[in-house]
């Protein structure tokens, strides 16, 4: 085992080790100033570019299907991989960690409940035990006599116990039955052997006796009656089903989650696909720039200019790379697709294209359709039950106890061999019986009054919190039928939007090449262009999400449910 010294010295050397990381050792080369990346840069824009052919329609077109478009090349070692949106929530249901952990729970409370619906189990029991003693003489009481003999009558003794050995066995049999009404039932046959003798072999003895035994135990008040008894049962069949719904709930936020991240991809996606054609149109524009300069038609400083733009083009196009990586990655941890380095090469291509329909939303119909199936209000039906249930439980506790005893019980003669022991004990010679009743009450009972109490209370609590959840579910599916309204109105105004910045960037364009506009307000309706598209994309996007929203909000999920939207 290593010593405080030792232990020492190990965290003296992990400081020192943490103290010596450089980032340096996590680059393939080594490290550049800002200044040799700024001349890097200056060199390449000396190089000659590639002609672009640049088409202005398929800017006006709208961004429906991302897997049809020209998407910006991936780096090197990326590859992408395209994917429904049934693949991806197959693959979260199959992969993903949370729900691997909240399936754990159905099974779990089975279990917890098939405990409960054990208590009433048979039981089957044998008690032996075997003995021997051998004490010595032992003085003992005086004792009178009283009998017809006139020689013993009146006459006082004292008795001693002699020095003798005893061994013997007692062993006994039955089986218990717990009865659904609180009581025990017991029937059981109790066998005993008892073997004495002392030095010289006079008087010995050797006898066996055995018996046949019914007994039943029931309480009165408390612990009496089924509803008391099979009450832990009904409560813990309550918590199986609240367990069973939770999981569904956990299942369906995840997949509603997987959902809002394929339409973030997809949104990233297009946004890519936007700032590479604005990079694109700002080198074009470049190049109609240096072309016309050395025409000596344009001044030189349309050159800087569009340099300018494309410098500002290149950066969103930056931002918009990494912003793609980041939600693929979040789409990933979903599905628990991030297990190695490798895995993170995949770029999750989106293919199921936006499902751009207007819906014209019934909201009392889907008020009513949520406050039956929403998960969340059912659970707290089934909390209400149980507390309930309690309550009729704690109630009874707070009764006395009180209950009767009976016992009866045909015992057999005393023999002296085993084989003997069993003949005569149903011929009803020798038996015993006896009843007897029990009373306890606590002087205060304030224990089990409290218990009450706090039971009540707390059902109290849960009818208030379940008032608040059922505005708050009337809430949340207004507020997501307004989102699914508003998202679809943002489309429309977009779409229009993109149409007049295609139109106002296509003149603006032909007013430079007549030499009445600089390429300041050229790139300025460039800009519009871009963020009009963008616009759209994120409209489109967000009506999906939407569309989400209010399939969750009524405990369900569009594409699983037959939840009818239309009015």
């Given at each position: 085992m290593p010593?405080?010294a030792?232990?020492?010295?190990?965290?003296?050397n992990?400081?020192?080790?943490?103290?010596?990381?450089?980032l340096?050792?996590?680059s393939?080369k080594?490290a550049?100033?800002?200044?040799?990346?700024i001349d890097?840069n200056?060199?390449?824009?000396h190089q000659a570019?590639?002609?672009?052919n640049i088409?202005?329609k398929?800017?006006?077109q709208?961004?429906?299907?991302p897997?049809?478009?020209?998407?910006?090349?991936l780096?090197s070692g990326d590859?992408?991989?395209?994917?429904?949106?049934?693949?991806l929530?197959?693959?979260?249901?199959?992969?993903?960690?949370?729900i691997?952990?909240?399936?754990?729970?159905?099974?779990?409370?089975?279990?917890?409940?098939?405990?409960?619906?054990?208590?009433?189990?048979q039981?089957f029991?044998?008690?032996?035990?075997?003995?021997?003693s051998?004490?010595p003489?032992l003085s003992s009481?005086?004792?009178?006599f009283?009998?017809?003999n006139?020689?013993?009558?009146k006459?006082?003794?004292?008795?001693?116990?002699?020095a003798q050995?005893s061994?013997g066995?007692?062993?006994?049999t039955g089986i218990?039955?717990?009865?659904r009404?609180g009581?025990?039932?017991?029937?059981s046959?109790?066998?005993?052997?008892?073997?004495?003798?002392?030095?010289?072999?006079?008087?010995?003895?050797?006898?066996?006796?055995?018996?046949?035994?019914f007994s039943?135990?029931?309480?009165?008040?408390r612990n009496a009656?089924?509803?008391v008894?099979?009450?832990?049962?009904?409560?813990?069949?309550y918590?199986?089903q609240?367990?069973t719904?939770n999981t569904?709930?956990?299942i369906?936020?995840?997949?509603?989650?997987?959902d809002k991240a394929?339409?973030?991809?997809?949104?990233r996606?297009?946004?890519?696909?936007?700032?590479?054609?604005?990079?694109?149109?700002?080198?074009?524009n470049?190049?109609?720039?240096?072309?016309?300069?050395?025409?000596?038609?344009?001044?030189?400083?349309?050159?800087?200019r569009?340099?300018?733009g494309?410098a500002d083009?290149?950066?969103?196009l930056?931002?918009?790379?990494?912003?793609l990586?980041?939600?693929?990655?979040?789409?990933?941890?979903l599905?628990?697709?991030?297990?190695?380095?490798?895995?993170?090469d995949?770029i999750?291509l989106?293919?199921t294209?936006?499902n751009?329909?207007?819906?014209?939303?019934?909201?009392?119909k889907?008020?009513?359709?949520?406050q039956?199936?929403r998960?969340?209000?059912l659970?707290?039906?089934?909390?209400?039950?149980?507390?309930?249930?309690?309550?009729?439980?704690?109630?009874?506790?707070?009764?006395?106890l009180?209950?009767?005893?009976y016992?009866?019980?045909?015992?057999s003669?005393?023999?002296n061999?085993?084989?003997?022991?069993?003949q005569?004990?149903?011929?009803g010679?020798?038996?015993?019986w006896?009843?007897?009743?029990?009373?306890?009450?606590?002087?205060?009972?304030?224990?089990?009054?409290?218990?009450?109490?706090?039971?009540v209370?707390q059902r109290?609590?849960?009818l208030t919190?379940k008032?608040?959840?059922?505005?708050?579910?009337?809430?949340?599916i207004?507020?997501?039928?307004d989102?699914?309204?508003?998202?679809?109105?943002?489309?429309?105004?977009?779409?229009?939007?993109?149409?007049?910045a295609?139109?106002n960037?296509?003149?603006e364009?032909?007013?430079?090449?007549?030499?009445?506009r600089?390429m300041?307000?050229?790139?300025?309706?460039l800009t519009?262009?871009?963020e009009?598209?963008?616009?759209e994309?994120?409209?489109?996007?967000d009506y999906?999400?939407?569309?989400?929203d209010?399939?969750y909000?009524?405990?369900?999920?569009?594409?699983y449910?037959?939840?009818?939207?239309?009015?």
């Amino acid at each position: 085992m290593p010593s405080i010294a030792d232990e020492t010295l190990v965290f003296d050397n992990l400081l020192k080790r943490d103290e010596s990381l450089q980032l340096e050792q996590y680059s393939d080369k080594p490290a550049k100033t800002l200044k040799q990346a700024i001349d890097e840069n200056k060199a390449l824009k000396h190089q000659a570019n590639p002609t672009l052919n640049i088409d202005i329609k398929k800017a006006l077109q709208p961004y429906d299907h991302p897997e049809d478009s020209n998407l910006l090349d991936l780096e090197s070692g990326d590859k992408a991989y395209q994917f429904t949106l049934t693949d991806l929530r197959v693959k979260a249901l199959k992969n993903n960690l949370n729900i691997q952990v909240v399936k754990v729970n159905p099974d779990i409370a089975s279990s917890e409940l098939k405990i409960e619906e054990a208590k009433f189990d048979q039981i089957f029991y044998v008690y032996a035990q075997y003995r021997e003693s051998d004490p010595p003489k032992l003085s003992s009481d005086y004792v009178g006599f009283k009998s017809t003999n006139p020689t013993l009558d009146k006459q006082t003794v004292k008795l001693d116990q002699l020095a003798q050995q005893s061994k013997g066995f007692d062993v006994e049999t039955g089986i218990k039955v717990p009865l659904r009404t609180g009581g025990t039932v017991t029937l059981s046959t109790p066998l005993m052997n008892k073997k004495t003798s002392r030095r010289g072999g006079q008087f010995d003895s050797k006898q066996y006796q055995s018996a046949l035994r019914f007994s039943i135990s029931q309480p009165l008040l408390r612990n009496a009656g089924r509803d008391v008894t099979e009450a832990s049962i009904r409560i813990a069949g309550y918590e199986q089903q609240a367990a069973t719904l939770n999981t569904r709930l956990q299942i369906i936020r995840i997949i509603a989650m997987v959902d809002k991240a394929y339409w973030k991809l997809y949104e990233r996606w297009g946004q890519l696909d936007v700032r590479r054609q604005q990079y694109e149109y700002a080198q074009q524009n470049l190049q109609m720039v240096k072309i016309r300069v050395a025409e000596g038609l344009t001044a030189r400083v349309e050159i800087s200019r569009s340099e300018i733009g494309v410098a500002d083009r290149l950066e969103a196009l930056i931002v918009a790379e990494t912003s793609l990586k980041l939600a693929n990655r979040q789409l990933q941890f979903l599905m628990n697709d991030i297990a190695d380095v490798t895995s993170l090469d995949a770029i999750y291509l989106p293919s199921t294209p936006p499902n751009l329909v207007k819906y014209d939303i019934n909201r009392q119909k889907l008020l009513k359709d949520a406050q039956e199936g929403r998960i969340e209000l059912l659970t707290q039906e089934l909390k209400l039950a149980a507390d309930l249930t309690k309550i009729d439980y704690l109630e009874n506790q707070t009764l006395p106890l009180f209950s009767i005893d009976y016992q009866y019980g045909t015992l057999s003669n005393t023999f002296n061999n085993l084989g003997d022991s069993y003949q005569h004990v149903l011929d009803g010679d020798f038996n015993d019986w006896s009843v007897g009743f029990k009373f306890e009450l606590p002087i205060s009972n304030e224990a089990n009054k409290a218990k009450l109490a706090r039971a009540v209370q707390q059902r109290g609590q849960r009818l208030t919190t379940k008032t608040l959840q059922t505005l708050t579910v009337k809430r949340e599916i207004y507020d997501a039928v307004d989102q699914v309204e508003q998202n679809w109105q943002r489309i429309l105004a977009a779409r229009q939007q993109v149409l007049i910045a295609g139109i106002n960037y296509e003149a603006e364009l032909k007013q430079f090449n007549e030499g009445l506009r600089t390429m300041t307000e050229v790139l300025e309706t460039l800009t519009r262009l871009g963020e009009a598209q963008i616009k759209e994309i994120k409209a489109i996007g967000d009506y999906q999400v939407a569309l989400v929203d209010t399939a969750y909000a009524t405990g369900t999920l569009l594409g699983y449910s037959k939840l009818n939207f239309i009015e």
